[in-house]
């Protein structure tokens, strides 16, 4: 069965500091490739996807992820955190020809003022 | 109003107790699904629906089932709650298996 690895549990930031959330995953295939993100108290919610074409993808907020295939990776990445990204991180995979989506445990990210 | 709505949004019920979650969505959308998630362990799939006559085991669906009244209407019970039940519950859709949609969350305490 495919599964999803996020190795970081907890990151504690400060404000402005860079930010790179791991995510890899074990399907040897096409796989379409997600990040997912909870606010506290909030459900989640589609930060940025990949199907397709350029392995790097730009979402909301200022966030951007990158597919490299050779290292079953989709790396979320963000240059200068904000107080206000303060939340849970959820890569998920869904490989081609399957229908369901597979999530991994989750990133907490607390960024300090 | 939300596209994906969830009720309760908080329960407390005792042990053996039967109880039911219920998800409605406005998004039009065949696909729903329910799952669990838990501290550390991240979202857990209990059961998914693909249509009205269509209902599939997820990893973890020993100890609930499901109910899809309508399209736009997917339940989950807990025949007999236990304490490890409880954990925060989301219900989701989607129109093609890929991008996925949540309710705002049911939080279950069984004690």
């Known amino acids: 069965a495919q599964s999803v690895s996020q190795h970081n549990h907890h990151v504690i930031l400060s404000e402005a500091a860079s930010l790179e959330l791991g995510c890899n995953y074990s399907y040897g295939g096409t796989v379409n490739l997600f990040w997912y993100v909870q606010y506290p108290g909030q459900h989640l919610q589609l930060l940025l996807k990949y199907f397709s074409g350029d392995p790097l993808v730009k979402g909301i907020k200022g966030f951007e992820a990158e597919f490299i295939k050779s290292k079953f990776s989709f790396n979320l990445r963000k240059p200068s955190v904000q107080w206000s990204d303060t939340a849970e991180y959820f890569c998920a995979v869904k490989p081609g020809g399957y229908q369901k989506v597979t999530f991994g445990t989750g990133t907490k990210l607390q960024v300090i003022p | 109003d939300a596209d994906v709505t969830q009720t309760p949004r908080n329960r407390i019920t005792k042990t053996g107790k039967r109880i039911m979650l219920e998800c409605s969505q406005t998004?039009?959308?065949?696909?729903m699904y329910w799952y669990r998630q838990d501290p550390g362990l991240g979202l857990r799939l209990i059961y998914y629906s693909f249509d009205v006559k269509d209902i599939n085991k997820g990893e973890i669906s020993d100890g609930y089932s499901v109910s899809r009244q309508a399209q736009a209407k997917f339940s989950l019970s807990l025949e007999s709650a236990i304490p490890n039940q409880t954990a925060l519950y989301f219900c989701?859709?989607?129109?093609?298996?890929?991008?996925?949609?949540f309710g705002a969350g049911t939080r279950l305490s069984v004690l």
């Open positions: 998004k039009g959308h065949d696909r």
């Open positions: 989701a859709t989607s129109a093609s298996g890929d991008i996925q949609y």
